[in-house]
């Protein structure tokens, strides 16, 4: 079966750096997304790795390796504003073109 | 550029009802997925719709049926509502960029 797991909730204070991780375990990776999602609102692309390696885009980077199984989101310089929902998610060739989420992680930042 | 769009925003219906979700996909999109999203939950992918026929389908009984008219648009069908219903049912549709998905921004099932 397909596993993906994230830290229910995170803390942080603004202007610092907070990683968010993604495990996950299936069979016929072809690629993970991160998406964020405000309370009520629709989930918003933020990237989607497919190789191995580090993605950088502005303040937000993503990390995968395929091998491990493993990814994470880096938010830098912390803004009210990234309080949010961020929901890992990959794609496999069983599942097509849909996607498969985790739970989510709730990342509260304070000031 | 309108996104997508989802109708109503919020909706309350009793068990063993029936319930009609519709969606209108961004500008120049050709494809719409369903999910389902329990609180505190990831989305769970219900069915996609190319062609005006079910392309691929998740793990949710017949109870769930959907339709994709000509312009694209789509219709999710639930029938005999249970309690356990009650979720954010998101839309995303897609064009020929592969996995470029644009989220609307949900409809709030409640069943009582």
């Known amino acids: 079966g397909q596993n993906i797991d994230q830290p229910t909730e995170m803390t942080a204070t603004e202007g610092a750096i907070v990683q968010i991780n993604c495990t996950y375990q299936t069979s016929g990776f072809n690629g993970l997304f991160w998406y964020q999602q405000h309370a009520g609102e629709a989930p918003t692309f933020l990237s989607y790795?497919?190789?191995?390696g580090l993605e950088e885009k502005g303040r937000f980077s993503s990390f995968l390796s395929r091998s491990k199984g493993y990814s994470y989101l880096l938010l830098k310089e912390l803004q009210m504003k990234d309080s949010a929902s961020y929901l890992c998610?990959?794609?496999?060739?069983?599942?097509?073109?849909?996607?498969?989420f985790g739970k989510g992680t709730t990342l509260s930042v304070s000031s | 550029d309108a996104g997508v769009t989802q109708s109503p925003t919020h909706l309350i219906k009793t068990r063993g009802q029936q319930v009609t979700l519709r969606c209108s996909p961004k500008?120049?999109?050709?494809?719409v997925s369903w999910y389902q999203q329990a609180l505190g939950q990831g989305p769970q992918f219900i069915f996609q719709?190319?062609?005006?026929?079910?392309?691929q389908r998740g793990n949710f009984p017949d109870r769930f049926s959907g339709h994709q008219f000509p312009n694209y648009s789509s219709e999710l069908n639930v029938n005999a509502l249970l309690l356990g219903d009650s979720a954010l049912y998101l839309c995303a549709s897609s064009g020929r960029r592969l996995y470029g998905y644009t989220f609307g921004s949900g409809t709030r099932l409640t069943v009582v």
């Open positions: 719709y190319y062609e005006e026929e079910e392309r």
């Open positions: 998610a990959v794609i496999t060739n069983q599942a097509g073109t849909a996607l498969i």
């Open positions: 500008s120049g999109h050709d494809t």
């Open positions: 790795n497919v190789l191995d």
